[in-house]
């Protein structure tokens, strides 16, 4: 959506998000463009960085919380109860997935529009692309049912549901066909001009023109399988794998829940998943996913799906052959 008002000429990716968001980010941080915080080189820290971990027990009994952007923003960047994080590193020198990024790219989009981020998803990309089954529920914790159930063990061993969750307005609810058709109309570029769609499998460059490196260097490969370099573009993952195929693609985590939709750009290999989980652990190897994209990318080769942790998020690689939805 940021891209599309891009596109548009109402945001300029290279003008500071301090200028669309004034007063926004404290005096430490230096001008951050939008184009920096969608590719994850803002240095920003990320959401609640600093803040005591929360028990499994904690998150089961905080799992109907609901936090505004502006409640987020503030948490993180000036918590009361804690020393203020500062920057990570020097905007555009690195690259680290980072999460608070969109929730303030969220926020773009509401002072941008004047909408709510649930309107704005919902006429831009919802409606346009038919997908019925995906909405932004906002502060209504239920799931439309049938829907696949989550769960947190709790510290008497017991499963508890927690598939009903509260969050933030950019939560979503969707189903790996609904995410199917969202991926292909994307790389189709019927949500984006060219210019703007381009952008998405760019990865940043220094002014030597080289891509930045990321941050841990053991998790980012480049499209050529070069470690320690960035692998995101704006909002997108790059993802080789051992034959030089290269997918893009996105993962998205909850209590209970892990997701992933990746593709070639041609669209001839893509793949969704979707999996209930028991853990709230995201930089940890599911073994079901594992075995389920393992069997779809590579059934005859030793090759092992990397799991990786991105900055609180893990990337779960792997996909599966076109109409094969695990």
Not at 18 to 29: E, M, R, S, W
Not at 109 to 123: D, M, P
Not at 165 to 175: A, L
């Amino acid at each position: 959506m940021v891209l599309q008002l891009a596109a548009e000429g109402r945001v300029d990716l290279n003008r500071p998000i301090q200028h669309y968001l004034p007063g926004l980010l404290p005096d430490t941080f230096q001008p951050i463009t939008v184009r920096q915080l969608l590719n994850f080189t803002s240095g920003l820290p990320d959401v609640l960085e600093g803040a005591p971990p929360q028990s499994t027990d904690e998150q089961i009994a905080h799992r109907y919380d609901y936090q505004t952007f502006d409640q987020i923003i503030q948490e993180t960047l000036r918590p009361a109860d804690r020393p203020r994080p500062g920057p990570r590193f020097a905007p555009g020198t690195k690259q680290e997935y980072n999460s608070l990024g969109f929730r303030i790219a969220g926020k773009l989009i509401e002072r941008i529009t004047g909408h709510s981020f649930k309107n704005e998803v919902t006429a831009r990309i919802l409606r346009p692309l038919r997908l019925d089954r995906t909405s932004v529920p906002q502060d209504d914790p239920r799931m439309p049912r049938p829907y696949l159930h989550g769960y947190l063990i709790n510290s008497a061993g017991e499963p508890v549901d927690v598939s009903e969750q509260g969050g933030d307005p950019s939560n979503m609810i969707s189903t790996p066909a609904d995410l199917d058709r969202f991926i292909t109309a994307l790389f189709q570029g019927r949500l984006l001009p060219t210019a703007q769609l381009e952008e998405m499998f760019t990865l940043p460059k220094d002014e030597d023109d080289k891509v930045v490196p990321y941050a841990d260097a053991s998790n980012c490969l480049t499209p050529e399988g070069k470690p320690g370099a960035a692998c995101f573009g704006l909002g997108l993952m790059s993802v080789p794998l051992p034959d030089g195929t290269v997918l893009w693609g996105k993962t998205g985590h909850d209590y209970g829940y892990a997701n992933g939709m990746f593709a070639t750009r041609d669209l001839s290999l893509r793949g969704v998943y979707s999996i209930s989980t028991t853990s709230s652990d995201n930089g940890r190897p599911n073994p079901i996913s594992d075995r389920l994209l393992l069997a779809a990318v590579a059934p005859t080769s030793k090759y092992r799906p990397r799991v990786e942790s991105c900055g609180g998020e893990c990337a779960e690689r792997g996909l599966a052959r076109r109409g094969s939805m695990p």
